[in-house]
């Protein structure tokens, strides 16, 4: 009943910007924590950002510096700003959300988005 979607992807020359969103949707109480995760073949999973109700964020390394993670809660919506991309960023991105269904619920449900697909080029 809940659904994330993504977009914003796409391809991007090395050295570009690109701007990725997830939008949350559906039988919604509220939004904890909220996060970025991407997948490239050959790779391992790796977590990009994360970011709290409250705005804290915490980045990978590999992005650090380069990636913005950002949230409009009035709208359930996360945006990953991506600036000075490099090759090795070319991955599917997918969003996560640790989301309460009601206001009598004791746990937070982890929701996955379908991803989107970021190539850049060399």
């Known amino acids: 009943q809940v659904q994330l979607v993504e977009s914003g992807g796409g391809l991007v020359q090395a050295g570009g910007s690109l701007r990725v969103s997830c939008a949350a949707s559906?039988?919604?109480?509220?939004?904890?924590?909220m996060g970025w995760i991407r997948q490239a073949p050959g790779k391992q999973r790796e977590l990009v950002a994360t970011?709290?109700?409250?705005?804290?964020?915490n980045y990978a390394d590999s992005v650090k510096g380069r990636f913005t993670i950002s949230r409009d809660n009035a709208k359930n919506t996360m945006y990953l700003q991506m600036n000075s991309l490099r090759p090795e960023d070319t991955a599917v991105y997918y969003c996560?959300?640790?989301?309460?269904?009601?206001?009598?619920?004791?746990?937070?449900?982890?929701?996955w988005g379908q991803g989107t697909q970021v190539t850049v080029s060399s």
């Open positions: 996560n959300a640790d989301v309460l269904l009601d206001a009598y619920a004791t746990r937070w449900t982890d929701f």
């Open positions: 559906g039988s919604i109480f509220s939004i904890n924590a």
């Open positions: 970011i709290t109700s409250s705005g804290r964020t």
